[in-house]
């Protein structure tokens, strides 16, 4: 081949670390471009590359004749014979191209199809190898800042970590080696977009499976994590095995594993806490390190109202109310804490309010019997009644036939009808 072009190819095997298969691919399609581009046509055209000997060769045929007179389609019958000896006028075989018969151009072309089908090949490598690691934990170095963004050194490839998922304060410097989590990997013309995260959750979680071997085999469970990223996170972990002191698993001796995950975390603190079922005892362990005299539970809204001492309240809400933030977020439960004063007083108060509350009269009659029973009573009528304010049937026979006949629809006769009926009713 032409020494351009095998120089290139050398070069790039050299380079590159890409399976065998995928670059005698790229070698091939290169090879086709230049015969396409001295011949006219790739029709017919073969290429045999032994990998183990690192022979490339190519082929093209070209019409046995007497006298030549196309020299890129045609060969003549002497020569015809050399490579093949039985070779017949007008007959076709495969003629190995000499070197001198790809020309500058031709190399050229070949060298950069081959160039473009190697980095193709390479993208898609690298995306397959990222994609294969989303939720995953990976280290990068930061390089720069682009538009508020961190760019990170991956080695093979840059990773993306958005603004938004960087958590803050921070002052990383140039070569800080950042463990994040792999969110998405995206393929496009400029090739793998890697987009990380130093916010998300998931990071948390992975950290732990990393340090802490019991998570990583399933003997410790992380059931749910609620972050203020930078800051403060709580954990709620939960052991398969009875035996296992999950939270006590997690921390580790003198806390050397959680500090571990602190550290990576740049100081973020962490509330590791035990998981339970039961959602009152659960929203008890999530407001720690506050104490917790009592949950009420209201499962319809989700919602719970928990009673605290009164020296404990401040530290249950916590700082800007970031404690009660992330129970909630920890939990699913909306939380309102109280201090047990403040309970009891409101407690007074409802209690109060339904000792001094009006009795509400019933729409039936004393003996249990309903105002439609009354004779001359229909369901429209006792509608009206009730409307009016005359609700039970001693409050209809208490009335005067002038406030009776009064009312829209009835008339004396009826008045003294109904008045009658109910007064029979009290009496009988």
């Not at 298969?21 to 086709?32: G, K, M, N, S, V």
């Not at 003629?95 to 980095?119: C, H, M, N, W, Y």
């Not at 990380?196 to 085999?217: K, Q």
Request: proline fraction near 4%; charged fraction near 30%.
């Amino acid at each position: 081949m032409n020494n351009d072009l095998v120089m290139t190819v050398r070069q790039i095997m050299d380079q590159t670390e890409l399976p065998q298969a995928i670059f005698i691919e790229a070698i091939e399609a290169a090879l086709y471009s230049a015969a396409k581009r001295r011949y006219g046509s790739t029709r017919g055209v073969s290429i045999k590359i032994d990998p183990e000997l690192g022979n490339i060769r190519c082929f093209v045929p070209k019409k046995v004749v007497e006298i030549m007179h196309h020299f890129a389609t045609e060969i003549p019958i002497e020569e015809a014979l050399k490579i093949k000896p039985d070779a017949q006028l007008d007959e076709v075989i495969e003629v190995e191209i000499d070197p001198s018969e790809f020309g500058r151009i031709e190399a050229q072309t070949a060298r950069q199809i081959l160039v473009q089908k190697i980095k193709e090949a390479e993208r898609e490598q690298i995306f397959q190898e990222y994609k294969e690691q989303e939720g995953e934990v990976i280290t990068g170095y930061f390089q720069r800042t682009e538009r508020g963004n961190l760019i990170l050194d991956l080695e093979r490839t840059e990773g993306l970590l958005p603004y938004s998922e960087v958590p803050r304060p921070h002052n990383y410097r140039r070569g800080d080696a950042l463990k994040c989590l792999v969110m998405e990997v995206n393929l496009d013309q400029k090739g793998p977009q890697i987009v990380l995260s130093r916010t998300h959750n998931g990071l948390i979680a992975r950290l732990f499976e990393i340090e802490v071997p019991e998570v990583y085999d399933g003997l410790v469970r992380i059931m749910a994590i609620a972050r203020d990223p930078g800051d403060r996170a709580k954990v709620a972990v939960i052991a398969t095995d009875e035996s296992i002191d999950a939270v006590g698993t997690c921390v580790g001796v003198k806390g050397s594993r959680v500090q571990t995950v602190v550290r990576e975390l740049e100081g973020e603190k962490i509330d590791l806490l035990p998981w339970n079922q039961d959602s009152a005892v659960f929203i008890a362990n999530a407001l720690q390190p506050a104490t917790v005299v009592r949950v009420n539970i209201d499962d319809e809204n989700t919602s719970a109202e928990v009673i605290v001492p009164d020296d404990q309240l401040s530290l249950a809400i916590g700082r800007r109310g970031q404690n009660a933030r992330l129970a909630a977020k920890l939990t699913g439960w909306k939380i309102d804490i109280k201090s047990e004063s403040e309970a009891d007083v409101q407690f007074k108060e409802e209690i109060a309010e339904e000792l001094f509350k009006p009795v509400e009269t019933d729409s039936s009659s004393p003996t249990g019997l309903d105002l439609t029973e009354l004779d001359g009573v229909g369901t429209k009528t006792a509608e009206l009644l009730r409307d009016s304010g005359f609700s039970t049937v001693e409050s209809i026979a208490q009335a005067t036939l002038e406030e009776l006949s009064s009312l829209p629809g009835i008339g004396a006769k009826t008045a003294e009808k109904i008045h009658h009926a109910a007064s029979e009713m009290l009496s009988g």
